[in-house]
């Protein structure tokens, strides 16, 4: 059975980088079947997609996001990585890894989550 564990990114502080990453295992990042993604929860607000990384390393992000936004794949040790840069207090949120059905684009398992707190 698949499992995804978000990192602990610990504080950051406004215009710094954060960078999450996402440890899959009971799966390949490379499995031909499925897409890994990132999605966010701000505090009251409802879900965001963020980006994702298929299978052969190609990436997709939100068009909002995509200038701040990079996701790659460590393929040795099966994760993969959120780096978004410049936050500012509106990036906090929860932040979810996941995983994608590419014929479905269904969301078929998620990361616990962990929370992100922009402040200085």
């Known amino acids: 059975q698949v499992q995804l564990q978000e990192s602990d990114p610990g504080l950051v502080k406004p215009s710094q980088t954060l960078s999450l990453t996402c440890t899959v295992s009971g799966d390949s990042v490379t499995a031909g079947y499925y897409d890994w993604t990132w999605i966010r929860q701000p505090p009251g607000k409802g879900l965001e997609w963020i980006g994702r990384?298929?299978?052969?390393?190609?990436?997709y992000y939100s068009p909002s996001l995509k200038s701040r936004t990079s996701i790659s794949r460590d393929t040795f040790k099966n994760q993969f990585t959120l780096q978004l840069t410049s936050v500012t207090p509106e990036d906090t949120a929860v932040y979810y890894c996941?995983?994608?059905?590419?014929?479905?684009?269904?969301?078929?398992?998620w990361g616990q989550g962990t929370m992100v707190t922009i402040s200085s």
């Open positions: 996941a995983r994608v059905v590419r014929s479905s684009d269904a969301f078929d398992a």
């Open positions: 990384i298929n299978y052969g390393g190609t990436t």
